[in-house]
């Protein structure tokens, strides 16, 4: 039997020693390298691009956030454009979700390394009916994704042609799902403000990516409610106050802006508009009205929805809503002088409600912590620049033109944090699930709160 080289033992043991998040850690900084050394080809750009923009835009990618610092209609090519769609598919289902996929069908068993890495990749608790869940993704995907295209080929071909508005069609489908907010359109999609299917395929298909694909399985396999569990639960009435939220707050805001809603005549204009940069904002992040021209009040609103996000096991980032629910759930049961967190009849354990104070902390430390050396290191609007952090943390992507201005110090702070808003949970999730039994109590002391 021939034994394995020494690089090959080298990585196994590293491997071996390694966490199962920081080793996807790693695995995505591996394919933000490639996706930018790939970029930066002769094919892929109209014209030359530097080292900074590429990775920038190849870090943007594959954390399905959308920020760019070129524009993508004008500086890349078709190749290019299809490295990015590319990019954003492998970092919107995650890289072990494609592994599994090819182990299965070259008929090879899952090994309980992998199984560790893809559990942590979807950010599963149980190894059990994984293989099962990714085969789920994988046909959800490709149904959402290719009914998204076909719909937008009624926009966008009569305006593009066969051929351009088929892959306009395409690239944007692909974002939409992963929530990832890369357009082919210098001006995103404020040509197509008003257009109904544009209005309509792609919310539908941000929101399915963002809601999770557990809650998909979930409300299609079981009955109405009674049969859902609790995070599905959560997910839909939490989805649903968010999206309620978002839209009728910006329809409030915004109504009368002439750089926003009243730019627009009629009613069903501005609530159109509001309907769709409302419930982009939380995860997506395409822009169908000037996010510049905002009130700072709606700014500060979306930086809030931004910083939530959508669901786990999904396309988006953000702290997670069911993360933000099982923190009100627990101020609620303080208030309420509760010594347990329920919902809908069960128990939070309270692992879990230390993870969600954990996750806030570590959240509000990252982004306080980039707000505060951008405004060190750059003249800049505080507004502009916390709505750059707030969106590159959630992986959203919108932007109050900010992201243009940024030094090359600056893009790497954003690089940073977009990454951490990706992969920071996965890694952060090992240290929390890990348990040690103390050999020593100690006396209860009292500590003075509130």
């Keep these: 039997m021939k034994r394995p080289r020494a690089p090959q033992r080298a990585l196994r043991r590293w491997l071996a020693r390694t966490p199962p998040p920081a080793v996807l850690a790693v ?23 530097t080292l900074m923009d590429a990775l920038f835009t190849s870090t943007s990618a594959v954390t399905v956030t959308g920020l760019a610092v070129v524009d993508t209609e004008l500086t890349f090519t078709f ?9 954003v598919q492998l970092g919107g289902l995650g890289l072990m979700t494609f592994a599994v996929l090819l182990w299965s069908m070259l008929g090879l068993p899952m090994g309980i390394t992998q199984g560790n890495y893809l559990r942590e990749d979807l950010n599963q608790t149980s190894y059990t009916r994984l293989t099962r869940l990714v085969w789920t993704i994988l046909r959800i995907v490709i149904m959402a994704e290719v009914a998204g295209a076909m719909l937008l080929c009624l926009s966008f071909m009569p305006r593009h042609g066969l051929s351009q508005g088929l892959w306009h069609a395409i690239f944007h489908s692909v974002s939409a799902f992963n929530n990832a907010g890369f357009s082919t359109f210098s001006s995103g999609l404020t040509d197509y403000a008003l257009d109904p299917v544009v209005n309509t395929v792609i919310p539908a298909l941000f929101i399915a990516g963002g809601i999770g694909y557990v809650v998909i399985a979930d409300i299609w396999r079981k009955p109405v409610w009674r049969g859902w569990s609790v995070h599905t639960r959560m997910m839909v009435i939490g989805t649903a106050v968010l999206i309620a939220g978002g839209v009728g707050m910006t329809a409030f805001l915004e109504w009368n802006n002439p750089r926003t809603l009243g730019q627009f005549d009629s009613t069903t204009a501005r609530l159109t508009v509001a309907w769709f940069q409302g419930v982009t904002t939380r995860t997506a992040g395409f822009n169908s009205t000037d996010i510049g021209g905002l009130h700072d009040s709606t700014s500060l609103m979306y930086m809030v929805l931004m910083v939530i996000g959508a669901g786990p096991t999904s396309t988006a980032g953000g702290l997670k809503v069911t993360t933000v629910f099982v923190m009100l759930l627990a101020a609620v049961a303080f208030l309420r002088r509760r010594t347990e967190v329920t919902a809908f009849g069960r128990s939070i354990p309270l692992g879990d409600v230390l993870k969600v104070m954990a996750l806030m902390t570590i959240a509000s430390g990252v982004i306080l912590t980039a707000i505060f050396v951008l405004l060190i290191s750059h003249d800049g609007e505080f507004v502009d620049i916390a709505f750059e952090v707030s969106s590159a943390f959630g992986t959203t992507g919108l932007s109050r033109g900010y992201t243009g201005q940024l030094s090359d110090f600056g893009r790497l702070i954003i690089m940073v944090v977009m990454f951490l808003g990706r992969v920071g949970p996965l890694t952060l999730g090992f240290f929390l699930a890990t348990r040690t039994t103390p050999r020593v109590r100690y006396p209860a002391g009292q500590v003075h709160l509130g």
């Design 27 to 49: 695995g995505y900084l591996a394919l933000i390298g490639l996706g930018g050394l790939l970029l930066m080809l002769p094919p892929m750009a109209r014209a030359p691009i």
């Design 79 to 87: 190749w290019g454009e299809l490295i990015i769609a590319c990019l």
